[in-house]
Antibody, heavy 120, light 107 residues
Framework: EVQLVESGGGLGQPGGSLRLSCAAS????????MHWVRQCPRKGLEWLSR????????HYADSVKGRFTISRDNAKKTLFLQMTSLTAEDTAVYYC?????????????WGQGTTVTVSS | DIQMTQSPSSLSASVGDRVTITCRAS??????LNWYQQKPGRAPKLLIY???SIQSGVPSRFSGSGSGTDFTLTISSLRPEDFATYYC?????????FGPGTKVDIK
């Protein structure tokens, strides 16, 4: 069974940092592009970043470019999101998502989400 | 960035109803359009990818159509478990933007 389990959320200080992790199991992690998506309270979904299978190709949304860094450790089957310069607007549920293999991008598996709250 | 809009923003329907949700892109996205279902407190679930391809395990009452800028998600006969919020998403180019969602609730 495909599983994605996020961790690392919690209370962050404005201007501070947090590091999210997404542990994958039940599939060949190194064979899939991966993404981070967030959902602000009572709002819609916002795609944040993607990373290709070997970590050599990365894209970010403008809202997080220069502040967030996506990375992966294929040996440990784990995806990361390093978040810096946090603001209240970063308060959201953060999901990792797996990209369908071999076709146009679509997110066929999602984690349960981890909540980030930025407040002093 | 490609902007996605959905209509209606919400609808009330009864079990057994045929439901259609529309999604429009601000520019042509070919068939790079996905549909997701989200229930409260849960992660989104992929229903349809590439505009009309049904994801494995998704009931056949769900279907998608369209190309270019205009797309539809149809639920042929609404079931109680279908009451949820539905989002479209373009995967033509980054950032992979989502529509604002359509909430389907019980009439």
């Amino acid at each position: 069974e495909v599983q994605l389990v996020e961790s690392g959320g919690g209370l962050g200080q404005p201007g501070g940092s947090l590091r999210l992790s997404c542990a994958a199991s039940g599939f060949t992690f190194s064979g899939h592009w991966m993404h981070w998506v967030r959902q602000c309270p009572r709002k819609g979904l916002e795609w944040l970043s993607r990373i290709n299978s070997d970590g050599s190709r990365i894209h970010y949304a403008d809202s997080v470019k220069g502040r967030f860094t996506i990375s992966r450790d294929n040996a440990k089957k784990t995806l990361f999101l390093q978040m810096t310069s946090l603001t209240a607007e970063d308060t959201a549920v953060y999901y990792c998502a797996r990209d369908i293999k071999g076709g146009p991008t679509a997110f066929d598996s999602w984690g349960q989400g981890t909540t980030v709250t930025v407040s002093s | 960035d490609i902007q996605m809009t959905q209509s209606p923003s919400s609808l009330s329907a009864s079990v057994g109803d045929r439901v259609t949700i529309t999604c429009r892109a601000s520019q042509s996205i070919d068939i790079y359009l996905n549909w997701y279902q989200q229930k409260p407190g849960r992660a989104p679930k992929l229903l349809i990818y590439s505009a009309s391809s049904i994801q494995s395990g998704v009931p056949s009452r769900f279907s998608g159509s369209g190309s270019g800028t205009d797309f539809t998600l149809t639920i042929s006969s609404l079931r109680p478990e279908d009451f949820a919020t539905y989002y479209c998403q373009q995967s033509f180019s980054t950032p992979y933007t989502f529509g604002p969602g359509t909430k389907v609730d019980i009439k």
